[in-house]
């Protein structure tokens, strides 16, 4: 008759299977499950929802990015970046539209940083785009919490119209109505704000002759 095992044991071994069974189910039939499940019935989310240009990946349309004019100097890090006219701008980011920064400042609305930065903001976008500084919507000169928020608000896409259209030399009147076709209603009809996704407003910008 053998010897039963040591209550101890048994308890360390029946942690071990269950710790076993649990990391195949959990630690790969689910994640490949929902995986399988992610690429059959929702490719593109699940692949990223990357967004094509001429055949070529030019983003994400979940991830913002700069617009910007190319560095004087490539290999100069501390350069800062120049927005380039030519296209529509997103709202700023702290961590600099780097997907492996991520975050906000960090400021409260009584900071003096936050309010002197917001100045500066305003008085260089209302430069840039050739408006008065109160024509100038509050996302244009607030970072978003992420840093990497891919919208704008309708108010600051209408306000960039303008420049685009000069700089571009397009129809003013074409380049609204492209404005107003990739405005956003709320999620489900009523979670959020109308939006408008930078990048593939670009997009449809550089297809617009």
């Avoid at 600051?156 to 003013?172: K, N």
């Avoid at 404005?179 to 009523?190: D, K, L, M, S, T």
């Amino acid at each position: 008759m053998a010897t039963p095992l040591p209550a101890a044991l048994r308890t360390h071994l029946t942690a071990l299977r269950m710790l076993l069974v649990m990391t195949v189910l959990l630690g790969l039939a689910y994640p490949l499950l929902l995986t399988g499940v992610g690429q059959a019935a929702f490719p593109r989310q699940a692949n990223g929802s990357l967004v094509e240009s001429h055949g070529k990946v030019v983003g994400s349309s979940l991830i913002g990015q700069g617009f910007d004019l190319p560095k004087k100097d490539p290999g100069d890090a501390d350069e800062p970046a120049r927005p380039d006219p030519r296209w529509f701008q997103p709202r700023p980011s702290a961590g600099g539209y780097d997907p492996t920064a991520t975050g906000a400042s960090n400021l409260g609305p009584n900071s003096e940083d936050l309010v002197r930065a917001v100045r500066e903001r305003r008085a260089a976008v209302a430069a840039f785009d050739g408006v008065a500084p109160s024509q100038v919507p509050a996302d244009a000169v607030t970072a978003s919490g992420s840093g990497l928020d891919p919208h704008i608000s309708p108010a600051y896409a209408r306000e960039q119209v303008a420049r685009v259209a000069r700089v571009r030399g397009l129809d003013r009147a074409a380049v609204a109505a492209l404005v107003e076709r990739h405005v956003q209603g709320p999620v489900a009809g009523f979670l959020g704000q109308e939006r408008v996704n930078v990048l593939e407003l670009n997009r449809a910008l550089d297809a617009l002759r």
